[in-house]
């Protein structure tokens, strides 16, 4: 009887979720690994090492390691600082170009163990895994393949001593939300290039930390969005092909890697990776350079708000802690979001979500990406209306594609109106793990959301209307 009862509930739930049609799928799908990350959005980043302290942005390897002595170093401050930001986690440059450990390793002898920093006995990812954990946030490290330090930097042994500093700090410091590997190859201190033994670095992280999503250029996890501004594409896919390319100077066009390939073999999503300052290091003639709140708002739009995560440099100073104008810059940035996204118009207003005589509102407003919408095959003939009871002044639409199934919508178009009379168009293309798009503030009692082409039947599991500051949204026209 329970049995029947669970089969009669679950066929009501297929068709209470549209169209029952079978589903022709979409080629490449996230692994669990891939869709947590996802999840995280936007995170930290964490350059510190001895270039904070030389001013450089590339050490050169032959830094003294007492160069290295944060005065009043407190990773807890960071993560409060990350925590009100409403940043998910954070990645340390564990080890930068320069080589210099910020962990006791025993692989090098260029680390905090031979600096005079708390008489070589501080642990700068001991500290910071631990922090993370006291907040709540997720813990991530960079891993420099390129070492301008390490005596076996060029040799066959270099590609050991890499392997043994990715055990190393997994064992000690893990587990992690992501591990990042530059792509940058240069020499090193005998003047020779590493042939980086990539195979079996990727088959070290699986084997070691097989929950533990990896970044470089083409991932195998995660992928670089292209550029270091932050911005993925308009169009952005999930989707990248690999065959052919490395990492680093190999990697695709950087197009393809803000774009993503449509019928890319590989689901590798994109981040899009930024500093808060012109410099990945801390230095204090750029203060007054500290991206304003707008500013990373904009970021946010054109990243978080194209499907791809957001990971956001803020460096610590030579204290060893973040510096009042960056931390002041996150906390605006924070309350811009806040303001922004607090209410949805649709929910505020009661507002009614259909698909023909369906109603849907509750499957596409209840914040879970396993309750969707499912437009059907004869999708280009149907549209979902969202009908508000009061006249609404709007100009940002949130939609997401439940992304576990894979990324299908090719293009759509949105239709904004007023007693039925047309008053705005967007005419756009991928949705992804969710797309933010704004516009000139409008009146509007009405949006029509059209799908017009999908790779198979396309799937919307959350819509949400916003009115945001509407100075917010000319600036983000004005950026393009
Ligand atoms: C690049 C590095 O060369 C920069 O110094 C910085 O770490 C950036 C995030 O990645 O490849």
Redesign the pocket.
């Known amino acids: 009887m329970k049995r029947i009862l669970l089969i009669i509930v679950s066929i009501l739930n297929l068709i209470i979720a549209g169209y029952s049609q079978s589903d022709t799928g979409s080629g490449p799908l996230p692994t669990a690994r891939q869709l947590n990350w996802q999840h995280a959005n936007f995170y930290l980043?964490v350059?510190f090492g001895p270039n904070t302290f030389t001013n450089l942005?590339?050490g050169k390897g032959s830094e003294q390691e007492a160069v290295f002595n944060p005065t009043a170093l407190d990773c807890r401050q960071w993560c409060r600082i990350a925590k009100a930001a409403g940043a998910k986690g954070i990645i340390l440059?564990a080890k930068?170009?320069d080589g210099f450990c910020l962990w006791p390793s025993a692989y090098s002898l260029h680390t905090v163990a031979q600096s005079s920093w708390r008489n070589g006995k501080g642990d700068v990812l001991k500290e910071l895994s631990e922090a993370c954990k006291e907040y709540g946030l997720s813990f991530g490290v960079?891993l420099?393949p390129w070492d301008r330090n390490h005596p076996a930097y060029g040799t066959p042994a270099y590609n050991d001593v890499f392997v043994n500093m990715m055990k190393e700090v997994v064992a000690r410091y893990g587990p992690f939300f992501e591990f990042w590997w530059?792509?940058?190859n240069g020499e090193g201190p005998n003047g020779k290039k590493q042939q980086y033994d990539w195979h079996r670095f990727e088959f070290t992280m699986r084997s070691i930390a097989p929950e533990t999503p990896v970044f470089s250029d083409i991932g195998p996890d995660i992928r670089w969005a292209g550029n270091?501004n932050g911005i993925a594409g308009t169009t952005n896919w999930n989707l990248l092909d690999t065959a052919g390319f490395t990492r680093g100077a190999g990697a695709p066009p950087v197009d393809t890697l803000n774009r993503g390939n449509m019928n890319g073999a590989n689901w590798i999503p994109a981040e899009c990776?930024v500093s808060i300052r012109p410099g990945?290091f801390y230095h204090s003639e750029e203060d007054s350079l500290v991206k304003t709140p707008k500013k990373l708002f904009d970021i946010y739009l054109k990243s978080v708000g194209r499907g791809a995560n957001l990971l956001l440099?803020v460096p610590p100073d030579r204290r060893g802690l973040i510096s009042a104008c960056d931390s002041a810059a996150l906390m605006g940035f924070a309350r811009i979001r806040e303001e922004s996204f607090h209410t949805s118009l649709i929910k505020k207003d009661k507002a009614g979500i259909s698909l023909g005589n369906k109603n849907l509102t509750d499957l596409l407003t209840d914040d879970n990406e396993n309750s969707w919408v499912n437009l059907g095959n004869d999708y280009a003939n149907v549209f979902l209306d969202i009908r508000f009871n009061h006249i609404q002044l709007m100009n940002c639409i949130r939609l997401e594609e439940p992304v576990q199934n894979g990324q299908r919508v090719k293009s759509f178009s949105i239709e904004i109106l007023k007693g039925g009379e047309f008053m705005y168009r967007l005419d756009e293309t991928t949705i992804g793990h969710q797309r933010i798009l704004t516009f000139p503030i409008t009146s509007a009692d009405e949006i029509r959301i059209f799908v017009k082409d999908s790779k198979s039947n396309p799937l919307i599991s959350e819509i949400d209307v916003y009115r945001i500051d509407d100075v917010l949204h000319q600036e983000t026209l004005n950026a393009k």
């Open positions: 980043f350059h942005e590339w440059t930068h170009h960079y420099s530059d792509g940058a270091e990776d990945w440099n």
